[in-house]
């Protein structure tokens, strides 16, 4: 059996100096049917590891429970890493950031009274160790002494960017030995001296993340860490994108020169990322720092390959780099090929408003029950009240976490959000009954408001008075794709379907420039939120998911489409949209 250790200056492999050559590739955001094309593709770039994240989050909905079906097959994965000769980083967290709901963190943690976040509180620290024990069921068989891929694994996550409580990293070790984990652990920190000096321990090994001025950067964490192998564990090749903003990238020249850097000094390297994938369903984060906003359904990353799997410059250039310094395969990845196009007229199958009955039960309270009090994770709810007569007048809410549609007697009113600071507006209409409904857009994966509640916060005044007697109904939209529609709709939100045929299974890039805000599903898959806003112009239908023959598509338009088509283009499309 194999052994990676921690040499004076290099790591070292059965005693041999090893330089890591590692590519971020998150199992969890791209088709299983699609994990040994990417894993292949990063060996072919000459990458000898792959190193991804777990989200605790996907994988345990509720406590006590942990999934390993299909896209969270976290052992499928790393056997098939092991199949086509590489190594494997694991990164458990418990907190990933990863701009990824909620930092990976589950909801239902919020909902345990007193619990402290990424501290030694005690409460907090009996559910990890349950979380980490299950993912250390599977990592463990799998570490390299025992014959399998895994030779290292990470304590937290930047954590000194968030704290400074060395009981808490010190138990993380202390459960992560004790589940059999023998491999060398490591912590990652930007490096920075207060982050360095606060987010690791003795006997762990540290690494850092950066971008750009890789030698400086190697400078700071050799004063923290005098000896052992520098090690960039998050090369920032590329970066996230958020609703409303630029397609961000960085240029291939000076991402090529920072890898140079840190190869030439003899350092590992884990590019972040490799390969993105996409925030399937309603998995994206977001951001808060004075202002919320939230990311994007594709995670792109500008990354070597792209949202699709296709090698970009980026990974021409970076193979030919680190061929300097490695071996690389000749075997060069097959270019892009253009996508099947489709035209499919979509018809107005339901009102969401009319179809909630069916989505989920109601709940009723004297006030407005958060996401959290329904045990709601993600996406809708629909909040009801009387308001006999109290009409027109100014409607007024503490705080809308994180987009309210209103209306009264059906009829919308309008739209308060949170990206604009919104908590006020007008109903004109006299009617009986007020309806909200709210949209979580991506909690937030980094910073102070980690773990924050969600929906309607806070009291509900209608011309100064305080609303009571609130009904809310936790709305599954994944159940759409089952329903039967009758053809009827309402004012609101709208439901819409149709079907096209394929002669083969194929990547589809489902073109939403014409659309409002909303999902798509096809045949049940959820592609994920799309948003007039851009950048994004494009959801990514994984081949997978399609099949020869008919193929069905459901979308949830929350807002207005200028026209009832789905369209399917030959290609990504992650530029800002041009009016």
């Keep these: ?142 570490q390299i002494d025992r014959g399998g891929p895994v030779f290292l694994v990470q304590i937290e996550n930047e954590y000194g960017a968030y704290g400074c409580d060395k009981e808490y990293l010190a138990e993380l070790v202390r459960v992560t030995r004790g589940a059999g984990i023998t491999v060398p652990l490591n912590t990652i920190d930007q490096p920075q001296p207060d982050m360095l000096a606060d987010g690791s321990l003795p006997g762990l090994h540290m690494t850092a993340s950066f971008g750009s001025r890789s030698t400086e950067r190697f400078k700071t964490l050799r004063e923290f860490q005098p000896t052992g192998p520098l090690m960039c564990m998050e090369f920032w090749n590329g970066w996230f994108d958020s609703w409303g903003f630029h397609h961000h990238t960085t240029t291939v020249e000076d991402s090529d020169t920072a890898l140079d850097e840190i190869l030439s000094a003899g350092g590992s390297v884990n590019f972040y990322m490799f390969h993105g994938g996409t925030n399937f369903g309603m998995t994206n984060g977001a951001n808060d720092k004075g202002a919320y906003v939230p990311l994007v359904t594709s995670y792109d990353y500008d990354a070597p390959l792209d949202e699709a799997g296709n090698p970009t410059a980026k990974y021409h250039a970076f ?28 018809t107005a199958g339901a009102g969401l408003l009319g179809l909630a009955g069916s989505l989920g039960e ?59 600071h919104e908590s006020s507006i007008r109903l004109p209409l006299a009617g009986s009954t007020l309806t909200i409904l709210v949209e979580d857009q991506g909690r937030v994966n980094y910073g102070p408001r980690l773990g924050e509640e969600k929906g309607l916060i806070g009291e509900i005044r209608l011309g100064g008075e305080i609303l009571t007697g609130w009904s809310a109904r936790a709305l599954d939209v994944d159940r759409l794709p089952e329903l039967e529609f009758a053809g009827s709709t309402d004012h609101g939100p709208t439901v819409l379907t149709g079907e096209f045929d394929l002669d083969e299974p194929a990547d589809l890039f489902l073109d939403t420039t014409a659309w409002g805000k909303g999902l798509a599903w096809v045949n049940g898959f959820n592609l994920g939120r799309y948003w007039r806003r851009g950048p994004s112009q494009t959801l990514y239908v994984p081949g997978p998911v399609t099949r020869a023959g008919r193929n069905r598509i459901v979308v949830l338009e929350l807002e207005a489409m200028t026209g009832q088509t789905a369209t399917f283009v030959d290609g990504l499309r992650l530029g800002q949209i041009e009016f």
Aim: hydrophobic share 40%; charged share 25%.
């Design 1 to 142: 059996m194999s052994e990676l250790t921690i040499g004076e200056k290099d790591f070292l492999l059965d005693g041999e100096p090893y330089q890591i050559l590692s590519g971020a590739l998150h199992y969890f955001r791209v088709h299983p049917d699609l994990w040994a094309d990417r894993i292949h593709k990063a060996r072919l770039m000459g990458l000898n590891t792959i190193e991804t994240y777990v989200p605790w989050n996907a994988h345990s909905p509720s406590r006590g429970e942990f999934v390993t079906e299909g896209g969270l097959d976290l052992e499928r994965f790393l056997k098939l890493v092991a199949a086509e000769g590489m190594h494997a980083i694991v990164r458990p967290g418990p907190y990933i950031c990863a701009e990824w709901s909620n930092g990976g963190l589950p909801p239902w943690l919020l909902r345990i009274p007193g619990i402290g976040l990424r501290r030694s509180e005690p409460q907090y620290l009996e559910a990890v160790t349950e979380y980490l024990e299950s993912v250390y069921r599977i990592v463990a068989p799998l």
């Design 319 to 346: 193979r030919k780099t680190i061929a300097k310094y490695a071996p690389v395969p000749d075997e060069v990845p097959a270019e892009a090929s253009a996508a099947p196009t489709v035209s499919v007229e979509l």
């Design 362 to 420: 109601v709940v009723t309270a004297e006030h407005a029950a958060t996401y959290e009090e329904l045990a709601q994770d993600t996406g809708f709810v629909l909040y009801e009240t009387s308001i006999g007569g109290r009409a027109p007048g100014v409607l007024t809410l503490d705080e809308v976490r994180d987009r309210a549609y209103v209306f009264v007697d059906g009829v919308p009113v309008g739209v308060l959000a949170r990206d604009s």
